[in-house]
């Protein structure tokens, strides 16, 4: 915009100056020569009523700053020497005064009719007289044109600031509220457009802020609507006679309870929070409760997790979640008896990106962290079926999204056992 301003103003500047200096430089032209042809016609009419004195047309015609010849009834000539031109017989001729062009410049003749006899008095303004001082002249214009010009140039590229600073505030804050800082706010300034702008910008951020705090509070009072069902189901599980029964039932009705307190804090923790975890205590954590069902289904479970803590940037909860919505997959579209397994690479993800070959859909970019990868040796899916919302066995299609939320990178394809493969990239721990 600055750049366009500025050619705006000097395409403006450079056409008035045009129309105004033009005609002022044709304007000092004329009248140069007309101060050289009123100075010759001068020294012509101080000289003609001295015609008749020999000795004072003489001193006369010295005396003159511009070149003036005489030439008298006798032929003989006074004054600068010339010989006689066209322009001086066709005066004497006719009688009349003439100003004729020439190559030389501009003559002027006078003819002096006394006693019969004609005397003819002559000058030449030359073209170097006629111009003289109008190139100085306009340079001088030329020079003020140009000073005039940057003068306008930095008029222009000051006001454009005034507009494209705020511009500027406005384009960072909107990429920072993108970028989930929803306290970013624009400070008014600039023209009164752009005051109303800021202010629009602001009132925007406030009040998206104000619906995200709305629906994390409503998805905490929704999932705090289960804990009265959860608290029924427990007491019934207690009821069972056979302990074993109501053990299990018991137990799983306190990870249900575990996972909706999960959530209400996860819906009310703010999202800017920093997050991390050991993604080694985590996965090892999930893997020993999906053991149990995995037993009670006949699959063969493998697991290799490092002993040594792998810290990411993905808080313990989300991680929990997005290898559970992995591992659900498994067990909700694979036939019983399917095995499967859990693999966790600790630091140097690319490094183990690129140790390995993989085909299938790939999301993000791998830096930092770790890799969690879940391969079962079922039948597989289609790779549309990684697109949220998706799903080919009559799902939500939301349990691949869930993952991919806490990866940097996301695949899916066919892993080594024939089946469906997930490798998700985690980000590395801050700090």
């Given amino acids: 915009m600055r750049k366009r301003l500025a050619l705006l103003v000097a395409g403006t500047t450079v056409l008035v100056l045009l129309a105004f200096l033009v005609p002022l430089a044709v304007l000092v032209r004329d009248f140069a020569e007309d101060r050289a042809l009123s100075r010759a016609g001068d020294a012509l009419q101080t000289i003609v009523p001295l015609v008749g004195d020999v000795g004072g047309l003489r001193r006369a ?101 005034s507009i494209t600073r705020p511009i500027t505030e406005l384009s960072s804050v909107s990429h920072r509220l993108a970028n989930a800082e929803l306290s970013a706010r624009a400070a008014p300034s600039g023209p009164r457009e752009l005051r109303e702008v800021a202010g629009a910008l602001n009132h925007l951020a406030g009040r998206i802020q104000e619906l995200l705090t709305a629906e994390r509070e409503q998805v905490a009072d929704l999932s705090h609507r289960l804990r009265t069902p959860l608290t029924a189901l427990r007491l019934e599980a207690e009821s069972l006679r056979d302990p ?49 069902l995995a037993e009670d289904t006949g699959r063969a479970l493998t697991q290799s997790v490092p002993a040594a803590e792998v810290p990411v940037g993905v808080a313990a909860d989300d991680l929990g979640a997005a290898l559970d919505a992995l591992l659900g997959n498994v067990f909700a579209h694979t036939p019983e008896g399917t095995g499967f397994s859990v693999t966790l690479e600790g630091a140097g993800l690319s490094g183990a990106l ?78």
């Fill in 354 to 431: 690129e140790r390995t070959g993989f085909s299938g859909a790939r999301e993000g970019r791998a830096v930092g962290g770790a890799v969690l990868t879940v391969a079962d040796a079922g039948p597989g899916f289609a790779v549309s079926a990684a697109r949220r919302g998706v799903s080919e066995g009559g799902s939500t299609g939301l349990g691949l999204d869930i993952a991919r939320r806490v990866a940097v990178s996301f695949e899916v394809g066919v892993g080594a056992e024939g089946g469906a493969q997930v490798r998700l990239g985690l980000p590395g721990a801050a700090g």
């Fill in 244 to 292: 074993e029964e109501a053990a299990r039932v018991a137990a799983a009705t306190d990870e249900l309870a575990r996972a909706v307190t999960a959530v209400i804090q996860q819906a009310r923790r703010p999202s800017l929070a920093a997050a991390s975890c050991d993604a080694a205590a985590v996965v090892r954590d999930r893997v020993a409760f999906w053991a149990v």
């Fill in 61 to 161: 015609v010295t005396a003159q700053a511009v070149p003036v010849t005489v030439f008298l009834p006798d032929g003989s000539a006074l004054g600068a020497p010339a010989a006689p031109t066209p322009a001086v017989r066709l005066a004497a001729a006719r009688g009349r005064a003439l100003t004729v062009t020439t190559d030389e410049g501009r003559e002027l003749v006078v003819p002096v009719v006394s006693g019969g006899r004609t005397t003819v008095v002559r000058t030449l303004v030359t073209d170097e007289a006629l111009t003289h001082g109008v190139t100085r002249a306009w340079l001088t214009l030329a020079g003020l044109g140009l000073a005039l010009v940057l003068l306008g140039l930095l008029v222009a590229d000051r006001l454009a600031r």
